[in-house]
């Protein structure tokens, strides 16, 4: 991603609009998932069933807690004056993203031996976790 420009009206809220684009496609992920796994009953299963669980629980108090930056945050106000209030929202995002961090690891170990279809959806997975967490990253190096 480019470098922000810190006199860019909106740049701070776009950046936070792409987040809620990629939240939304990790949830498919997610979903597409759980819906497999929600009736299996093995050992595996059960572990890859709280796995998502997990992922599913910390994903939405991000997206509650982004919420509360989106409908606060004033659209129009340059970079800078909107970055302390996302960074003390961010602070408390982050470790929301550790936790499906770690939880994503478990579950790529748990897919290691699944058919090619079901490791894709979980590196999907991944790929959109690595955008979320490029994207904050931007933002707080601006």
Do not use: W
Not at 18 to 23: F, N, P, Q
Not at 55 to 63: E, G, P
Not at 66 to 72: A, C, E, P, W
Not at 77 to 95: C, D, G, N, R, T
Request: net charge negative.
């Amino acid at each position: 991603m480019a470098k922000i420009d810190a006199q860019s009206e909106n740049a701070l809220y776009n950046l936070v609009k792409k987040l809620a684009e990629e939240y939304s496609d990790f949830n498919a992920f997610l979903g597409y998932l759980l819906k497999i796994y929600s009736n299996k009953d093995s050992e595996r299963d059960i572990r890859i069933r709280a796995c998502l669980l997990t992922i599913r629980s910390s994903f939405i108090a991000c997206v509650e807690e982004l919420s509360r930056f989106t409908s606060t945050a004033t659209p129009g106000k340059p970079y800078f004056s909107l970055l302390p209030q996302f960074l003390y929202h961010a602070s408390i995002v982050e470790p929301y993203l550790k936790t499906i961090e770690e939880q994503y690891q478990e579950l790529r170990s748990l897919f290691a031996n699944e058919p090619e279809t079901a490791k894709k959806v979980v590196e999907g997975l991944g790929e959109v976790l690595r955008s979320i967490e490029q994207t904050f990253d931007t933002i707080g190096k601006a």
